[in-house]
């Protein structure tokens, strides 16, 4: 059983010894000139003003949360597509219900105001 897994392990210490090595050589080789520009935080170019942590506005995750969701439909409608002569009707039937829920979490999302801006 060891065996079938043998290629796999070779591989795996293979790519971990040279990712190390990789590492350790970049480390000994590489220009260090450290200055006080590059050792400061960095925001977005302008000075750090506040505490790094600092609540943020449940919209921003609510925001990913919606692009995930509805960017996994996208996923989910090309192999679907391909494949729809192949899976029939049953398929087809599958895939409207899959997009009514959707469209239904849409509708309330939009109505909650959650995709509103302020």
């Given at each position: 059983m060891l065996a079938n897994?043998?290629?796999?392990?070779?591989?795996?210490?293979?790519?971990l010894g040279l990712g190390c090595m990789l590492f350790v050589?970049?480390?000994f080789?590489?220009?260090n000139r450290p200055d006080s520009e590059k050792?400061?935080?960095?925001?977005?170019?302008f000075a750090a003003f506040e505490d790094a942590r600092m609540q943020f506005d449940?919209?921003?995750y609510l925001v990913a949360i919606l692009f995930i969701i509805f960017d996994l439909e996208i996923a989910f409608l090309f192999p679907w597509a391909v494949a729809l002569e192949s899976i029939g009707m049953a398929g087809f039937w599958a895939m409207m219900i899959f997009?009514?829920?959707?469209?239904?979490?849409?509708?309330?999302?939009?109505?909650?105001g959650a995709l509103e801006w302020e």
């Open positions: 897994y043998l290629p796999i392990l070779i591989f795996l210490f293979v790519s050589i970049g480390y080789l590489g220009p050792e400061s935080p960095y925001e977005c170019g449940v919209r921003y997009l009514g829920v959707l469209v239904v979490g849409f509708i309330y999302e939009w109505r909650r």
